[in-house]
């Protein structure tokens, strides 16, 4: 059966209503730097426009900057809810374009290095509200942490952003590595992101490949490339996303494009199901006991 989108996200209304899929994506990357945050909000201001109603979890949860991108300011965060002084769906805060948010803190040393029970905390808490929503996407810390692989492994779909620097490609292999050997995925899609063309995107992921095919049992999709742009880091000084903010720009043309790849090959990355599954894996993996 066609999955029958929910009304744009602007017009979004935290309620019961289930979706009949939600879609879990999370974003990782081998290193800082890469635009990985700037990547996540802007594709989901782009589903939003679309007509998708979108929730950002910010999973890099000691070191959060999503707010920061978008020009708000939480009052209260993640650090609550483990804190028992918050429900999830109280800290939730909307965004540009009406995507909602779930905020993290900065600078809580902890929060970098949770237990698994207050993973399971958190986790229980966005099942309450993510199946409301077209889109889950989650913007994890960079590297090989715990959380990051914790978060990365068991969300439905895997989007690795680069760019062209030996050191991003180094570093996302070794994400790759660990997700491969040790989660058992079998599948990711690497986005290019701040280069020149769409030909410098493909020379870096032509390189990844390389090395991914040769040694590892699983494959890796080209997703497109995100041109560098001026517009991104005035973006950035006005804590305002590109996108809305220079809606013309090849930078916000290039994160419509994605967005519109990702959205049009729903059906053929439900592999690992929608955000029920999602959880289940969670909750019964044995990777996750620690």
Known sequence: MIKKYGTNSRNHESNNI????????????????????????????????????VLILDADL????IDVLCGVTPKRSIKEVLEGKAALKDIIVEGPMGISLIPASSGVEYLARL??????????????????????????AAGIGTDVLFFNAAASEIVCVINGEPTSLT??????????????????????????????????????????????????????????????????????????LFPSSSVARGFRAF?????????????????QFFFQQLLEGEVFSG
């Open 62 to 65: 000691g070191l959060a900057n």
């Open 171 to 244: 570093d996302s292999y070794a994400v790759i590595k660990v997700l491969t050997q040790n989660y058992g995925e079998k599948k990711i899609s690497v986005l290019a992101n701040n280069v020149q063309n769409d030909a410098e995107g493909r020379r870096a992921f032509n390189r990844l490949a390389q090395v991914t095919t040769r040694f590892l049992p699983t494959k890796i999709s080209y997703a497109g490339a995100i041109p560098s742009d001026i517009s991104v880091s005035e973006a950035v000084k006005q804590q305002s996303p590109v996108s809305t």
């Open 115 to 140: 237990t698994h029970s207050q993973r399971l905390t958190i986790l229980n808490e966005v099942e309450s509200v993510a199946a409301q929503y077209d889109y889950l996407l989650i913007d994890t």
């Open 18 to 53: 289930m979706k009949e899929c939600t879609r879990v994506v999370s974003f990782t990357s081998g290193k800082g730097g890469v635009g990985k945050s700037n990547t996540v909000l802007n594709t989901a201001i782009s589903l939003a426009d679309m007509g998708r109603s």
């Open 259 to 275: 967005a519109r790849k990702l959205d049009e090959e729903f059906y053929e990355h439900r592999v690992k199901g929608g955000v």
